[in-house]
């Protein structure tokens, strides 16, 4: 393969990856503002939740979508990484207390069609979206466009964990199973906090985007 070549399909990647974090972003901004407007009328934990986590979804998206249009995108990472951290351990709590307070009070979440429909069109979405980036990312060597893609997956997991959850309390009345899907969130928000936080899937290789426009940076050993 030619240098203009490899160059042409690194410029393509580089598109492709930008218009799937724009569909993510998107997609996540609809089900952030209908999930927790839903969650706020039927009284449930998980779905809120779930909305939240929506919205953090959207500032990762952001953050990776955006570090791809500047020239020196890893002096930038590890404050954004340290920010998406902050805001997943605050998702955490706020879910956990919520839930708790759900399972102490006995309080009974109302059925919401509105989202099952949500979560389930997220369990069909999600993973597409998930695999395109994952296999761009992939092939430029961008472990942000991996990681973030691995998140996008996260999504989709917590999108079935709520979606069983609603499911159970309308039809078997098992209002707890809505808190024990917010546990769940919860549990994956202090994963995926973690991993923001110590950086180690992003740190090493952003560098390697722009290494044709910096040719004198080839010590990419660590």
Not at 5 to 13: F, G, S
Not at 40 to 55: E, K, P, Y
Not at 188 to 193: D, K, T
Request: glycine share 6%; charged share 20%; hydrophobic share 50%.
């Amino acid at each position: 393969m030619t240098a203009t070549l490899a160059l042409t399909r690194r410029e393509t990647l580089h598109r492709r990856i930008r218009l799937i974090v724009g569909i993510t972003i998107t997609y996540n901004l609809i089900e952030a503002v209908v999930a927790i407007a839903a969650g706020s009328v039927a009284s449930s934990a998980a779905l809120i939740g779930f909305g939240l986590d929506s919205t953090i979804e959207v500032l990762s998206a952001g953050a990776v979508a955006w570090q791809f249009t500047r020239r020196d995108p890893e002096r930038w990472e590890k404050p954004t990484l340290r920010v998406i951290a902050v805001a997943f351990f605050a998702l955490a709590a706020y879910v956990t207390a919520t839930s708790v307070a759900a399972l102490v009070t006995a309080e009974r979440p109302e059925h919401s069609t509105v989202g099952i429909v949500l979560t389930a069109v997220s369990v069909a979405v999600m993973p597409f979206l998930s695999f395109a980036e994952r296999r761009a990312g992939r092939e430029l060597g961008s472990a942000t466009a991996v990681a973030d893609s691995k998140q996008t997956l996260i999504c989709t997991y917590l999108s079935a964990a709520v979606l069983i959850g609603l499911v159970a309390n309308s039809l078997l009345g098992w209002w707890w199973a809505d808190a024990v899907a917010g546990l769940v969130i919860a549990a994956f928000a202090v994963r995926e906090g973690i991993e923001a936080w110590k950086g180690d899937a992003c740190a090493t290789s952003v560098g390697m985007l722009l290494e044709d426009e910096d040719d004198e940076h080839h010590d990419h050993d660590h």
